[in-house]
């Protein structure tokens, strides 16, 4: 099924080339109570490591170990999770495999403290993925970043609060990381593939380029359910389209947590980083940074009565609802802007999927563990501020699907299809946004392949979940339906 989407050809804010780590990271710290907590010692004692495990992954260690192990990541830009956590496994092991019951309890029952926004949250867990760590650590979160959508979701909070670590309060912030539950959260693989490596020159930090083994692969598109036979194998075949003999494809992957999205909503969101990396002063506010967002939504062609170029669009999927047979899915052609949901909860907890409404096709109820994602579309910018605005329960994102896997195939329209040239569009991914060209008509189209790659292991403050109201409410809602894993025992 074809539909209409996003824009092709538009002015975009400086250059974000191959970015090495997530924007949050490289920002300048504009808040005070973060800077006093980065310098602040404070009562640490029940969660050291040993020194000895922490040779090579800082220049100062820490004293003997407490009842819960934590490691508390806070300037990434120095210390970068993967080395850190590379380094500690290893020493680890390698007392483990000398005889030290000790350091088996601590790579059994770490707990890691990710101190920032989703981007850090989510570079941690992509490291733990990496290196493969069994089992791999939980993950609690304090709040720094803008929207904290897997903090609230965790029932960590909304935002950061400066009496968390007042004398009154301390041993109590502490205390909620000792009795959080680990759960599951889903985490998905995303591949982007086409027909040459020049349309991915603009990358954020969350993708990384693939061999020409995984690229090959990657064209060759996913395979038809086991089950499927004859006619329906076969039409799930030809739907991934034929690869002309010797073609060579180019292929960027990553993954995600929180949600991937193209069209106008990433457009406005890169409108927006680009001012913040040129102009910090500019955007140093909550505030502030609300208002240019509204101004790069308008000037997207999202408001202010644009009609935005657009770019043809094919979403197919398998599992959920709908069966684990390869189909197309149907994308209303008033959508301007498509979402892939992994939470509940996007742009600081709203809610754009309506959970207060019952499924009209057979959907399930969502949840950050059930291996499905949700896919949403918005039509315009009016559509976009109801929903965000969450003025009623009632109002929501378009809803599209409930898949186990998808592919979106990209062709171009406008200048674009009628002179063989370029287009482009904008896609965001756990809120890094870029600039993404989509191949000219007559050349492969560009395709974003999502699948399931596994779960992270995610802390849960069930017992004293933190923010307003509606974000406990959330808070609530995933600690009693999200599952519980049990951790290994000595």
């Not at 959080?180 to 969350?206: K, M």
């Not at 990433?266 to 940074?289: D, I, V």
């Not at 329960?393 to 406008?414: D, F, N, S």
Request: with cysteine; charged share 20%; hydrophobic share 40%.
């Amino acid at each position: 099924m074809s539909t209409e989407v996003e824009p092709t050809v538009v002015k975009t804010g400086p250059s974000v080339l191959r970015r090495q780590v997530p924007d949050e990271v490289v920002q300048s710290i504009t808040s005070d109570e973060y800077k006093e907590l980065r310098l602040m010692t404070d009562m640490r004692e029940p969660f050291r490591i040993p020194a000895e495990f922490l040779l090579t992954t800082k220049k100062r260690a820490a004293a003997d170990l407490g009842t819960t192990p934590l490691i508390a990541f806070f300037d990434l830009s120095e210390d970068k999770p993967v080395d850190v956590l590379r380094a500690l496994w290893a020493n680890l092991k390698t007392r483990e495999a000398e005889g030290d019951l000790l350091a088996g309890h601590i790579r059994r029952n770490l707990r890691i403290l990710a101190a920032g926004g989703d981007g850090t949250v989510t570079w941690i867990l992509k490291s733990i993925f990496d290196l493969g760590l069994d089992p791999p650590p939980s993950v609690a979160v304090m709040p720094l970043g803008t929207g904290n959508d897997l903090s609230l979701s965790f029932g960590w909070g909304n935002a950061f609060k400066n009496k968390w670590l007042s004398g009154a309060q301390l041993y109590r912030t502490l205390g909620r990381y000792v009795e959080a539950q680990p759960r599951a959260l889903d985490a998905w693989r995303i591949t982007l593939v086409g027909p040459g490596p020049e349309l991915f020159d603009h990358l954020p930090h969350s993708l990384a380029a693939l061999d020409d083994g995984a690229a090959a692969a990657a064209a060759a598109g996913p395979e038809p359910p086991a089950a499927a036979t004859g006619p329906e194998a076969e039409r799930a075949a030809a739907a991934v389209g034929p690869t002309a003999p010797g073609q060579r494809h180019a292929a960027v992957g990553g993954m995600f947590w929180n949600y991937f999205s193209v069209g106008l909503d990433a457009q406005a969101a890169y409108g927006f980083h680009a001012l913040r990396e040129a102009h910090g002063w500019a955007a140093s506010t909550r505030l502030a940074n609300q208002a240019w967002y509204s101004y790069f939504s308008c000037s997207s062609g999202w408001f202010c009565g644009a009609s935005p170029l657009k770019n043809r669009v094919r979403l197919r999927g398998r599992g959920g609802p709908g069966g684990e047979a390869w189909r197309d899915v149907p994308v209303p052609s008033s959508v301007r802007a498509i979402v892939v949901l992994n939470l509940q909860s996007y742009g600081g907890g709203r809610d754009i999927w309506g959970l207060a409404e019952a499924g009209r096709g057979g959907e399930v109820t969502p949840i950050f563990a059930d291996g499905l994602v949700e896919v949403v579309g918005f039509r315009d910018g009016w559509h976009t501020a109801l929903v965000m605005g969450q003025l009623s329960a009632k109002v929501h994102a378009e809803r599209i699907a409930q898949l186990a896997e998808l592919e979106i195939t990209l062709h171009p329209t406008g200048r674009a299809a009628v002179k063989d040239e370029e287009g482009q569009t904008f896609m965001q991914l756990d809120g890094e946004p870029w600039p993404q060209l989509i191949p000219p008509a007559k050349a492969e189209p560009l395709r974003v392949r999502i699948s399931r790659a596994g779960t992270s292991s995610m802390l849960m403050n069930a017992s004293d979940a933190q923010g307003p109201p509606k974000i406990k409410k959330l808070a609530k809602r995933g600690a009693e339906k999200a599952p519980v894993l049990r951790p290994k025992k000595d």
